[in-house]
C-alpha cells in the first residue's frame, strides 16, 4: 500500500527540517507531497537545504490558504490513501501506523485521527468541541473530532470530493462531504501535542467552518463514486 502524505507549509522554517525527518522514518512505502504556501519566511531557504528525490515540493507564488494547498496535493496524489500532514510538530507521524492498521484490518475507506484536547485553551477545546457537536448535529453522525488534521481518506474517495474551499474550512467540508457520500468513518486515538504560540483565535474563527457545514448540507457526490450506502453510520475505535 502506497500513502501520500500531503504536507501544506507557510513560514514553517523552524520546524520542517524535523518534521520531514519523522515522516520519512516512518516503516511505510510513501509518497511525500510539500505545498510551499507562499512562505516569505526562510522556508524557501530551508527546504531548498532538504528536499531530496523522495519529496516532491509543489510551491505557490503568493499564500492561498491552506484549502489551496491540500486541493493543489491532492490533484497529484497517485497513493492507495491519502493523509495530511501539518508542519508544525503538533502531531506525530508514527501515528501513521495505528491509522494505517486500522484502515486495512476494517477494510476501510475512512480513519480519523482523535485527539485528546484537554490541554488546549478553553476557548480552542470549546471551539473545536462546538464545530464536531454542529457536524454531529447537521450530519447525524457520532464524530468526537471533526477538525482533526489526521484524516486517512482513500485516494479515489478523497478526489471525488469536489473540494472548494481554500483555508481552514476544508476541514468541515471534507468532513461534510464524506458523511454525504455515505462513507464509513472510524476513529482511533492519536498523540498531540499543542503549541499555541502565534495562533490568536477568536470566537469569530468558527464562522467560516460553521457556514461550510451548512453549505455542504446537499452537496450530492458523483453516481458513479458514491460510497456504500450505510447511512451516515460511524464506528468509533475510539
Known sequence: MLLTVIIPVYNEASTLGALLRRVKAVPLEMEILVVDDGSDDGTKVELQSIISGDVQLITHPE??????????????????????QDADLEYFPEDYIRLIDTYMKNGAQVVYGVRDLSDRSRLMRWGNEAMTLATNILYGCRL?????????????LFQSLDLQSKRFEIEAEITAKLLRSGARILEVPIRYDPREE?????PWDGLPTL??????????????????KEGNMLTSSH
Open 211 to 228: 457556514g461550510k457545514l451548512l453549505s455542504c448540507r446537499f452537496w450530492q457526490p458523483p453516481a458513479d463514486t458514491e460510497s456504500s
Open 198 to 202: 502565534g495562533k490568536k483565535l477568536t
Open 63 to 84: 499564500n492561498r490558504g491552506k484549502g489551496s494547498a491540500i486541493r493543489s496535493a491532492l490533484g497529484k496524489a497517485s497513493g492507495d490513501a491519502v493523509i495530511i
Open 144 to 156: 468526537h473530532d471533526m477538525e482533526t488534521c489526521y484524516k486517512l481518506i482513500s485516494r479515489d
